[in-house]
């Protein structure tokens, strides 16, 4: 059989994962090809009758295989893009949700009108999506993250270095909360903290598509049994902050109130701020101290 060209190669992965009920079959093929072949895919139409190798051809099919099975697109990629930066990702982080970007433009409005050097932690940083966007748009910050997960923490550290800011971003050993905040000696210099912690309810991780509850790390989703877990903690945590002023954190559906009960117990705040997503669910936590 002669080789394949572009064209053909993508009609026949589109079927394939049509097939497997992927919502965006020529997306997803398009993209897999566009990968094996490093090229952009916005470079994909105009090498439509472009013949493709053996190998390239073999490794295509593997793609189309690994997304059939309802691998995330982005975790056989290796690639994903947030807040329109580019970011290495694999199955040690979670991959990026367009949600995390409201939280990311609400942080950026309110640490800029706050100060311009201010001092950020960005607790859970899975692949470091927050803390790199945050410091890419506000050039006087100095950022910490932390994980609990020593592999997202290898994933975030690429992404730093990737963009240039391992001077403003210090990624601290991995440990739950702000346990790396104190044994690093920088808790008291912390004036804004943000989050986006797990926050699924334990009961509800299996009922999510199979690309999360299959693919994604489980540390990344579980809130425990209300999903509100590492709100409690973190809160309790985040009370003992000396200089904290601002705090910033991503929720779930229906849990506004909840959270926000959770601020006033922990850090009696009177200024909290609520803010819904584009698809109009109340996403955002913020908390002026
Ligand atoms: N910040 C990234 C984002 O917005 O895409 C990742 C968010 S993911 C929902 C939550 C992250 O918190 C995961 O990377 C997970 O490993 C981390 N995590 C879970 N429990 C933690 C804990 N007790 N302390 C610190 N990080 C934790
Ligand atoms: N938004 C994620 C989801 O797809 C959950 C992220 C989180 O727990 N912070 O369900």
Same mark, same amino acid.
């Given at each position: +059989?002669?080789?394949?060209?572009?064209?053909?190669?993508?009609?026949?992965?589109?079927?394939?994962?049509?097939?497997?009920?992927?919502?965006?079959?020529?997306?997803?093929?398009?993209?897999?090809?566009?990968?094996?072949?490093?090229?952009?895919?916005?470079?994909?139409?105009? +090498?439509?009758?472009?013949?493709?190798?053996?190998?390239?051809?073999?490794?295509?099919?593997?793609?189309?295989?690994?997304?059939?099975?309802?691998?995330?697109?982005?975790?056989? %990629?290796?690639?994903?893009?947030?807040?329109?930066?580019?970011?290495?990702?694999?199955?040690?982080?979670?991959?990026?949700?367009?949600? %995390?970007?409201? !939280?990311?433009?609400? =942080?950026?409005?309110?640490?800029?009108?706050?100060?311009?050097?201010?001092?950020?932690?960005?607790?859970?940083?899975?692949?470091?999506?927050?803390?790199?966007?945050?410091?890419?748009?506000?050039?006087?910050?100095?950022?910490?993250?932390?994980?609990?997960?020593? *592999?997202?923490?290898?994933?975030?550290?690429?992404?730093?270095?990737?963009?240039? !800011?391992?001077?403003?971003?210090?990624?601290?050993?991995?440990?739950?909360? !702000?346990?790396?905040?104190?044994?690093?000696?920088?808790?008291?210099?912390?004036?804004?903290?943000?989050?986006?912690?797990?926050?699924?309810?334990?009961?509800?991780?299996?009922? !999510?598509?199979?690309?999360?509850?299959?693919?994604?790390?489980?540390?990344?989703?579980?809130?425990?049994?209300? *999903?509100?877990?590492?709100?409690?903690?973190?809160?309790?945590?985040?009370?003992?902050?000396?200089?904290?002023?601002?705090?910033?954190?991503?929720?779930?559906?229906?849990?506004?109130?909840?959270?926000?009960?959770?601020?006033?117990?922990?850090?009696?705040? =009177?200024?909290?701020?609520?803010?819904?997503?584009?698809?109009?669910?109340?996403?955002?936590?913020?908390?002026?101290?």
């Amino acid at each position: +059989m002669a080789a394949p060209n572009v064209a053909e190669l993508i009609a026949q992965g589109t079927k394939r994962l049509a097939a497997a009920g992927i919502d965006s079959p020529d997306f997803d093929a398009s993209s897999l090809l566009a990968s094996v072949l490093e090229v952009e895919l916005r470079c994909i139409p105009v +090498m439509r009758n472009d013949v493709v190798s053996a190998e390239a051809k073999r490794l295509f099919i593997a793609y189309v295989s690994r997304r059939a099975e309802r691998e995330p697109l982005q975790y056989i %990629t290796g690639d994903t893009e947030f807040y329109g930066l580019a970011f290495k990702c694999n199955a040690q982080a979670m991959v990026p949700r367009p949600e %995390t970007e409201t !939280l990311v433009a609400a =942080a950026i409005d309110r640490i800029g009108a706050l100060k311009d050097d201010a001092v950020i932690a960005d607790i859970g940083t899975g692949a470091g999506i927050i803390a790199i966007s945050l410091a890419q748009a506000l050039p006087g910050a100095q950022l910490y993250a932390t994980d609990i997960s020593p *592999g997202a923490l290898a994933v975030a550290g690429e992404n730093v270095r990737r963009h240039g !800011l391992a001077e403003r971003i210090t990624l601290l050993p991995p440990g739950p909360f !702000l346990a790396p905040l104190y044994e690093d000696g920088v808790a008291d210099q912390i004036e804004v903290v943000v989050a986006n912690p797990p926050y699924v309810a334990t009961g509800d991780i299996d009922q !999510l598509q199979p690309e999360i509850c299959r693919f994604e790390p489980r540390q990344a989703l579980d809130g425990g049994p209300d *999903g509100l877990d590492c709100y409690r903690e973190l809160l309790m945590a985040c009370s003992e902050l000396p200089r904290l002023r601002l705090l910033i954190v991503e929720i779930g559906a229906g849990q506004a109130e909840a959270v926000s009960a959770l601020v006033v117990e922990h850090l009696g705040a =009177a200024q909290i701020e609520i803010i819904p997503d584009l698809a109009g669910i109340e996403r955002v936590v913020i908390t002026q101290i």
